[in-house]
């Protein structure tokens, strides 16, 4: 007998996260020669659902699609934490309360954690949107994780960490050697493991390899709330001042103090977007005491205003639905 495997696809949703997830269930489906997997797309209305990239899959709405499934998986993109669809909500609410596996994919897992269903469940999501699950609720059980399969709860974090978590449910289901060989079709050699990381750190991003380099931005990244000043930086990266700002200008090419403030900036506009924070306490977030001196330096760096950032953002969520 098949699984059966819905995908409720929201407005804004991944191309890439869903057939990182549906793909592996179709080479299942191939390589075993018979059907293991069934899979049905959902939306709320049903047609032809959209997604970024521009290209997607036909649905049944959600009255059509029934409740007779074994997973569920929601997939999202945009803001999810201000992602409002009543009808979704009540099919949730049937499904779960039918002992239906719930899953999300990339911004899903929000969706489903507003909604109540991941009280106590541990579960993962997109690190986009991990510090405003936090800021919701402090009870939320929210893990930096590729994915997080908990009881009856399957959730990851979107993008390519959807073909880790559906290679996963396989081997559960059907063993290690023959998901091995699907994620092989997909010349996926390596099945990541749950607990690997979602991001590279910064260090791996800016491709350095100094010690004293990879201390000094380690610190700047946990301490964007409290910045640290350019001596207390130095001292704990075990290099006087005058040294390590010769690495910054050699290594990264520009001051230690000016890189600072840009990645604290960069996490004061992901938060714009990504969370209904009030711009006071994204300044705060971000280690600006002012917040005229905050939409400064805001301004200076991405040529708009904070409020315009939060402006525009909402405007795109509302052409995506």
């Known amino acids: 007998m098949s699984t059966r495997m819905a995908f409720i696809l929201t407005n804004g949703y991944s191309l890439m996260a869903t057939a990182s997830a549906v793909e592996p269930l179709r080479a299942t489906n191939h390589l075993a020669g018979k059907k293991l997997y069934e899979i049905t797309f959902v939306s709320t209305s049903g047609g032809f659902a959209r997604s970024t990239a521009g290209g997607g ?4 709405a959600l009255p059509e699609a029934g409740l007779d499934f074994d997973f569920v998986f929601v997939v999202a993109g945009g803001n999810p934490m201000t992602y409002e669809d009543l009808d979704l909500t009540k099919y949730l609410r049937k499904l779960n309360a039918r002992h239906v596996k719930l899953g999300g994919i990339s911004g899903g897992p929000a969706i489903l954690a507003r909604q109540g ?9 997109h690190w986009q949107h991990i510090e405003a699950l936090e800021e919701l609720s402090s009870d939320l059980l ?12 399957y959730t990851c974090a979107g993008g390519v960490a959807a073909l880790d978590m559906m290679l996963a449910i396989v081997a559960s289901e059907h063993g290690t050697v ?5 994620s092989d079709w997909f010349i996926h050699t390596h099945m990541r493991l749950a607990n690997e990381p979602q991001t590279a750190t910064l260090a791996q991003q800016l491709n350095i390899t100094h010690p004293a380099l990879i201390a000094a931005t380690e610190l700047m990244a946990s301490h964007l709330a409290d910045p640290l000043n350019e001596q207390q930086i130095a001292d704990l990266s075990g290099l006087s001042s005058r040294q390590l700002q010769r690495l910054f200008n050699e290594q990264i090419g520009e001051p230690i103090m000016h890189f600072y403030r840009r990645i604290r900036l960069e996490k004061a506009n992901e938060l714009l977007q990504q969370s ?3 711009i006071t306490e994204v300044a705060i977030v971000a280690g600006f005491s002012s917040l005229s001196h905050f939409s400064r330096a805001f301004r200076e760096q991405f040529g708009v205003t904070p409020r ?7 405007k795109s969520m509302t052409v995506l639905r």
């Not at 009280?119 to 993962?124: C, I, K």
């Not at 023959?178 to 699907?182: E, I, L």
């Open 57 to 60: 899959f036909d649905t049944l």
């Open 117 to 125: 269903l991941m009280e106590n469940r541990r579960f993962a999501v």
């Open 142 to 153: 929210v893990e930096r994780r590729l994915y997080v399969i908990d009881r009856d709860r």
């Open 178 to 182: 023959f998901a091995q060989a699907v």
């Open 276 to 278: 209904t924070l009030p």
């Open 308 to 314: 315009r950032r939060r402006v525009e953002s909402r």
